[in-house]
């Protein structure tokens, strides 16, 4: 069987000049890209929950784009909406089973926006998980990473090596156990500068490299 992965960076469903609804949530978008492209297995980035309160944007485009599965893995308060968390989204096909979500250490830093607006830094992390395909398992690891640049900080300043150590144990573990899948939004475009001991061992292979993945 072959698969057919995706990952995308919804930004709360509201980013971007082709889907832009003046402010305000829309996945009609987001829906019509994964019912033409048909993807097994999806993996979100700021996809805004609430808490239980309302439908999450997940759990919504489980439903617009037919998949059966799905899990919300809320990270921070939303950046985007007052009235929303950003999480981790995962749609699928097959069955989801032991997701787990794992917090990098926030280093706390603080800046301006460009609206002169205070900016501080929010928490960010990983889910680690799997999938029942058939008779096999393919194991995820779906993240967001800290924007630094933002911050004026580079991912590859020494002071930050501990989160991406903690971020390639944890890939090597689940990609020694088979068939693994990681599906991250660095904020860095050279996955080698950051996780070079995970592609270096040929566990995984960068599906982007040379590839923009913006916009």
């Given at each position: 069987m072959v698969l057919k992965l995706a990952t995308w960076n919804i930004g709360g469903g509201m980013l971007g000049r082709s889907h832009q609804r003046a402010g305000s949530p829309s996945l009609d978008y987001y829906a019509s890209v994964l019912n033409t492209n048909l993807p097994d297995v999806v993996c979100l980035q700021e996809a805004h929950d609430y808490d239980g309160l309302r439908e999450g944007q997940t759990e919504r485009l489980a439903a617009l784009a037919s998949y059966p599965y799905f899990a919300s893995?809320?990270?921070s308060e939303s950046h985007l909406a007052a009235d929303a968390n950003v999480a981790l989204?995962?749609?699928s096909r097959f069955p989801i089973?032991?997701?787990t979500y794992r917090q990098f250490p926030n280093p706390k830093l603080e800046g301006v926006g460009?609206?002169?607006e205070s900016w501080q830094l929010h928490d960010k992390g990983y889910a680690v998980g799997f999938t029942e395909v058939g008779d096999r398992t393919l194991d995820l690891v779906t993240g967001h990473c800290f924007p630094l640049h933002r911050f004026g900080a580079s991912p590859v300043?020494?002071?930050f090596a501990p989160m991406w150590q903690m971020l390639a144990q944890d890939l090597l573990t689940v990609g020694g156990t088979?068939?693994?899948w990681a599906a991250m939004d660095l904020n860095?475009?050279?996955v080698a500068d950051l996780l070079g001991e995970v592609l270096r061992s040929g566990s995984y292979f960068s599906a982007f490299d040379g590839t923009p993945t913006t916009p």
């Open positions: 893995f809320p990270v989204g995962v749609l089973r032991d997701f460009p609206n002169d300043e020494p002071r088979g068939e693994a860095h475009g050279r």
